[in-house]
């Protein structure tokens, strides 16, 4: 049974796509947050999509959770987040060709984890899900950044959607 599958806005499908939203969100990272994380991988269910990001602290927030500043770091994360969430949605709406419902991000001190996680106006494409679900048991790359994406220059460089 072959499926026919879909191209998203940007002409990727499935895991591709979902490679392609890691891809962004590690360059956005870099970008604006000056550091990117050394890995990102994108997981699409039902009508949200997760990124997992690892190793994205910067060297003052790194500093400031050594002095036992945690409250301030997770207090300085969620105001850059909320600032940031016209790009991040616009960034991801663009990639995905999907309206935004609800945007919300976490940062877990230990390990050094970031979740983003978007809620989208209706259910992902079958080829989207496939990609998560039974995709990434046979090829657990599929989702992830493209290799080398967190030494991206950034200075001059426009995010798609942003």
Known sequence: MTKELVEGPMG???GDMLSRISTEMVRAQKKYFGKGPTSAKSYMLDDFLLIVM???RTVAEK????FGRVDLVREFR???ENEM???LQGMIEELTGRKILGYQSQIIIEPDIVIEIFFFDRSAEEQEIDATARGQLDDPSIGEARAGSEED????TEIAGG
């Open 12 to 14: 990727e499908r499935g």
């Open 153 to 156: 220059d950034m200075t001059q």
């Open 63 to 66: 500093t400031m959770v050594e």
């Open 85 to 87: 969430t016209g790009k």
């Open 78 to 80: 969620q105001e850059f």
């Open 54 to 56: 690892r190793e994205n």
